[in-house]
């Protein structure tokens, strides 16, 4: 069975520094990995994705994560914050085997502050 | 490229009412799913379908939940009777086979009262 665990319900960072939302990962085989973010009444949007190419992955908006196999890690990291990106952020894994099936952990809150 | 279009945005009906949820997938996309957000979580899949048959429905609850994908194309979902615990975003995604192209719409806000 597959699984993530976001170790923070709510992050908060002050405009201009650096963000980093953790994510484990449960997984019995060769894991797809993603980051989704989700704005207040939008719609799910996909940041970036890692399907067993280069281990640091870079998204929209400055983002970037980097899988770790050996910690079962996806840490999801942005340089500088901007107030636009406060949001929900989910991590989610798909087995391979089940590439269509997403399993998604239970957020971060992420609140940028002046 | 059009999204996949859901309606309505939403919905507020009394326990033990049923409503309906209606989906458009991308053109193109023989794969399309429901998945279930109550609020504080993440969205959990209802059901998969690839054309209009039904790959998982494991999390689906049959005994109140169902889904149909006439032709391949357009879904609806009907929960008859609602619970109050039903309360949630049902968001419907679509994508090519193996997940490729993976969409997600803006979801019908459902409020069982």
């Known amino acids: 069975a597959q699984s993530v665990t976001q170790l923070d319900s709510h992050v908060s960072v002050s405009e201009g520094t650096p963000v980093l939302l953790r994510c484990n990962y449960s997984?019995?085989?060769?894991?797809?990995l993603f980051w989704y973010v989700q704005h207040p009444n939008k719609g799910l949007q996909l940041l970036l994705k890692?399907?067993?190419?280069?281990?640091l992955v870079k998204g929209i908006n400055g983002f970037e994560a980097e899988f770790k196999k050996s910690e079962t890690s996806f840490h999801l990291t942005k340089p500088s914050a901007h107030m636009s990106d406060a949001a929900e952020y989910f991590c989610?894994?798909?087995?391979?085997?089940?590439?269509?099936?997403?399993?998604f952990g239970t957020g971060t809150r992420l609140q940028v502050t002046l | 490229e059009a999204g996949v279009a859901q309606s309505p945005r939403y919905k507020i009906i009394e326990k033990r009412q049923s409503v309906a949820f209606w989906c458009n997938p991308i053109?193109?996309?023989?794969?399309l799913y429901w998945y279930q957000q109550i609020l504080g979580q993440g969205p959990k899949l209802l059901i998969q379908?690839?054309?209009?048959?039904?790959?998982?429905d494991s999390q689906l609850p049959k005994d109140r939940f169902s889904a149909e994908r006439l032709k391949g194309v357009d879904s609806t979902l009907k929960i008859q009777p609602a619970k109050l615990e039903d309360s949630a975003v049902y968001l419907c995604?679509?994508?090519?086979?193996?997940?490729?192209?993976?969409?997600f719409g803006s979801g019908t806000r459902l409020t069982v009262v």
């Open positions: 995604a679509s994508s090519f086979p193996g997940g490729y192209g993976y969409t």
């Open positions: 997984s019995s085989y060769s894991p797809s």
């Open positions: 890692y399907t067993s190419a280069a281990t």
């Open positions: 989610v894994v798909s087995d391979t085997g089940t590439a269509s099936k997403l399993t």
């Open positions: 053109s193109g996309h023989a794969t």
């Open positions: 379908f690839q054309n209009n048959g039904v790959v998982d």
